[in-house]
């Protein structure tokens, strides 16, 4: 049970194989945002995935849609016995939404829980470090309710539906690998996380001029728009694409040369797909949130640690002549 937000999605996504490899035949649900349900939905070992709408609910909690979509939810997580109910959110909502599915519930102990009131509602309850990165978190814990030990490096196990031909391929038109791209992830809920417009720009020239990279910059809200199309009137070849859905943008960030992002749940999504990633942190901490494993791309900056342009127009070289896995 992981259910926001983006990042912590993807971050949960290693779970599902390790379970498929310890557990054959093992049959995964997943409760999750509705607005992030697409992205477990590509992981073909995800047997069921159950939306929620908690924030569109708690504003309208007396809509006959919020009723409806409450009472569906919880229909399907009474609809059959679990044998193992795992909240790996750690968050008192995420805990009391697993009790409402059938099963014995497990998750962090007082020590490595995020909000100490979720183990309340726990009948086993398992200590992880804080100090390891969210995913390998979220692999112990599973890997400590389910009873079997981690040996095998994580797998994201996403699996994007064929391109071509599709009838959403008409959003992907900017999105062409034939002209090669670089993305770059701009926009982030959390204005501390944003790297200046101006070192945008400036990347954006070089990786134009020195690297033969156009940029796409996609958005997902009027004021990322804005800044989008601000940004894409100065960097020449620059493009703002049509605004998709996780699983259609999921697939055009799979055919980009390289995505840049900063600490946002679509950088993650990008390396969980197979892009060759680098990651901008200037508030936060990478190794704690960054990109994971190693080897799906670089980590720059971190708490007040603000990388320039060039340093990242080098990682880009770097990662770019990496061989695929």
Not at 17 to 43: M, S
Not at 91 to 98: C, D, F, Q, R
Not at 156 to 171: I, K, T
Not at 208 to 224: I, K, M, V
Request: charged residues 20%.
């Amino acid at each position: 049970m992981k259910t926001s937000s983006l990042g912590d999605v993807v971050h949960n996504l290693p779970v599902v194989d390790d379970l498929h490899r310890a557990l054959p035949g093992v049959e995964v649900d997943w409760l999750v945002e509705q607005a992030f349900a697409e992205v477990p939905a590509l992981h073909p070992g995800v047997h069921a995935v159950i939306p929620c709408a908690l924030r569109r609910w708690r504003a309208r909690p007396w809509a006959a849609e919020s009723r409806a979509g409450w009472r569906e939810m919880r229909e399907r997580l009474a609809a059959r016995p679990y044998d193992l109910v795992v909240d790996t959110q750690g968050l008192l909502k995420s805990a009391l939404l697993a009790r409402l599915a059938t099963g014995p519930r497990a998750g962090f102990d007082q020590s490595s829980v995020r909000e100490a009131l979720a183990t309340r509602f726990y009948q086993q309850a398992y200590p992880v470090p804080r100090t390891l990165h969210a995913l390998e978190r979220n692999r112990q814990l599973v890997a400590q309710a389910a009873g079997y030990t981690l040996c095998d490096p994580p797998s994201y196990g996403l699996r994007l539906p064929p391109g071509g031909g599709g009838r959403d391929d008409g959003n992907l038109d900017d999105w062409d690998p034939r002209t090669p791209f670089v993305v770059f992830l701009h926009a982030t809920a959390r204005a501390e996380k944003l790297w200046p417009e101006s070192a945008w720009i400036a990347l954006g020239r070089e990786a134009y001029e020195r690297l033969g990279l156009r940029a796409l910059l996609p958005w997902g809200s009027d004021a990322e728009r804005a800044r989008a199309e601000r940004l894409a009137r100065s960097i020449p070849g620059a493009r703002v694409p049509a605004r998709t859905g996780l699983a259609e943008l999921a697939r055009g960030l799979s055919r980009a040369r390289v995505v840049i992002g900063v600490d946002t749940g679509l950088l993650h999504l990008a390396s969980a797909v197979g892009v060759r990633c680098i990651g901008i942190y200037v508030a936060t901490d990478p190794a704690r949130n960054g990109l994971y494993p190693p080897s799906v791309g670089l980590n720059l900056g971190g708490m007040s640690i603000v990388p320039g342009p060039g340093e990242v127009l080098a990682a880009v070289s770097q990662v770019t002549a990496w061989q695929a896995p």
